[in-house]
């Protein structure tokens, strides 16, 4: 029986599997080669250099210590578009195309935007793509971050008004917008769920509170920066819907729900402006 060389993709693939799985094999080694999925196996008999397989490794030990893929492979896919992202940003996820999806119901043409928390820039750059003639402003505290979402921006050749500063400081006294919107930190410094994450930015998961202090600063301020009839749209976590509801009616907002996200759970509410 003929040996299979350990330096033949094929080789590399089998190894990866049990360890990793398929997807994220091929979607790493596809990566590292810098060739669509489908190259794989049309050639999976290719000997590949030492130094492709050095890497290749690498990446699965790091893969297997808990690196998401999208911080290896450097991108994320969000709403068609692929952003740039390190772990200085929060990884975009469907969740949040659920935002978009509820924004662009509610929008009217050409609005004036505002995007809270902007990470990657993935919100923010999508309205701006998705609304043509948009006047789109985005924040974040992190000069890191915005660097990430400048140069997203500029990568699909989207006009945006990057600021620096937390929350509301960024934004003038008179300045009123169509649209706000935010996926701020939510999830609770308890979470079971939050170890797991512990390669993404914790100031863009959790507010080291209660998960919702991030999200009363924002709604308590929002109908002082909304036109009449401008919507407010945050996402929070599962079990967050009726406090963030009722937030929304204590500071005046009209027309309050809130949507599901593709996996049934509660995940973004919205209210507008009276």
């Given amino acids: 029986m003929t040996e299979v060389k350990r330096n033949t993709v094929r080789a590399l693939i089998a190894d990866a599997i049990p360890k990793i799985g398929r997807f994220e094999a091929f979607i790493l080694l596809a990566h590292i080669l810098d060739k669509p999925k489908e190259y794989l196996i049309a050639h999976d008999d290719d000997e590949l250099t030492d130094t492709t397989v050095m890497t290749f490794d690498m990446f699965v030990s790091m893969r297997l210590d808990g690196v998401p893929v999208p911080y290896l492979i450097g991108h994320q896919e969000f709403f068609g578009r692929y952003f740039t992202v390190d772990p200085n ?40 793509k998705e609304c043509p003639g948009s006047q789109v402003t985005a924040t974040d505290f992190s000069e890191a971050a915005l660097a990430i979402a400048k140069n997203n921006a500029e990568a699909l050749e989207a006009d945006i008004d990057f ?6 400081n960024p934004i003038k006294d008179n300045e009123k917008f169509d649209l706000i919107l935010s996926n701020p930190p939510y999830i609770r410094p308890n979470d079971e769920h ?12 959790t ?14 301020h929002a109908i002082e920066h909304l036109d009449i009839g401008g919507w407010l749209l945050v996402e929070h976590g599962w079990d967050q819907a009726e406090a963030v509801a009722d937030l929304f009616r204590s500071y005046g907002l009209a027309a309050i729900r809130s949507v599901k996200d593709y996996g049934g759970n509660d995940r973004v509410t919205m209210g507008r402006r009276p």
Avoid: F, N, Y
């Fill in 207 to 220: 507010d080291g509170v209660d998960g919702l202090s991030c999200l009363h600063e924002i709604v308590a």
């Fill in 163 to 168: 600021r620096l500063g937390s929350w509301w």
């Fill in 89 to 128: 940003v929060l990884i975009p996820r469907p969740d949040t195309e659920v935002l978009i999806e509820q924004a662009l119901m509610v929008t009217p043409e050409r609005p004036k935007v505002l995007d809270m928390g902007t990470g990657s820039g993935c919100i923010a750059i999508t309205i701006a």
């Fill in 194 to 205: 939050l170890p797991a994450l512990q390669h993404e930015p914790q100031t863009a998961l």
